[in-house]
């Protein structure tokens, strides 16, 4: 196993593989009421801040492991 796998977050992956699966659902044309009905503001249309969030976790952790200044 190397070492870059060893300090691989799975859980991570798995967020942001949801949240683009998001993010592609959000570019279907569909009517607001419906949109309404399966709770889009809560769940699907949060997917660009949580990937943002993820990937600003995933900035940080690689500069700690290359031991660089933020």
């Known amino acids: 196993?190397?070492?870059i796998s060893r300090s691989?977050?799975?859980?991570?992956?798995?967020?942001?593989?949801i949240s683009i699966l998001?993010?592609?659902i959000t570019h279907f044309a569909y009517p607001s009421d419906?949109?309404?009905?399966l709770l889009f503001p809560?769940?699907?249309d949060m997917a660009v801040?949580?990937?943002m969030i993820i990937?600003?976790?995933?900035?940080y952790?690689?500069?700690?492991?290359?031991?660089?200044n933020i």
Do not use: A, H
């Open 1 to 3: 196993m190397n070492e």
């Open 42 to 44: 809560f769940y699907i």
């Open 49 to 51: 801040p949580i990937f």
């Open 22 to 24: 998001f993010v592609v």
């Open 34 to 37: 419906f949109r309404q009905k």
């Open 8 to 17: 691989r977050n799975f859980s991570i992956d798995l967020l942001k593989t």
């Open 61 to 68: 952790n690689s500069c700690e492991s290359k031991n660089q």
């Open 55 to 59: 990937s600003g976790y995933n900035y």
